[in-house]
């Protein structure tokens, strides 16, 4: 059974940092793009980060650039998302995800979602 498991949400005061994990089992990590979305309410889901199967790429939504550093470790099945220098417009709820593809593809299938973990920053 596929499982991606969002952990490490919370509230925060802006300025401040968080760690999001994402807990993988069922599927082979270590052949996916894995990536970090975000959907804040009334707001479409965005992209925030990917990083590539071997990790060696990493790619970033613009606002989030300098501040969000995503990362992976396939021995452990997990994906990590260091927030730091929080602004109340980073609050959303977010999802980890694999993709089957190239993160860079424009159509890439990200087939398996996590149910998401509620970041809120408060001013």
């Known amino acids: 059974q596929v499982q991606l498991v969002e952990s490490g949400g919370g509230s925060v005061q802006a300025g401040g940092s968080l760690r999001l994990s994402c807990a993988a089992s069922g599927f082979s990590l270590a052949w996916y793009c894995m990536a970090w979305f975000r959907q804040a309410p009334g707001k479409e889901r965005e992209e925030v980060a990917s990083i590539s199967p071997a990790g060696g790429s990493a790619y970033y939504l613009d606002s989030v650039k300098g501040r969000f550093t995503i990362a992976r470790d396939n021995a452990k099945r997990a994906l990590y998302l260091q927030m730091i220098s929080l602004k109340p417009e980073d609050t959303a709820i977010y999802y980890c995800?694999?993709?089957?593809?190239?993160?860079?593809?424009?159509?890439?299938?990200?087939?398996?979602w996590g149910q998401g973990t509620q970041v809120t920053v408060s001013s």
């Open positions: 995800a694999a993709g089957a593809g190239r993160c860079t593809d424009e159509d890439i299938d990200y087939k398996y």
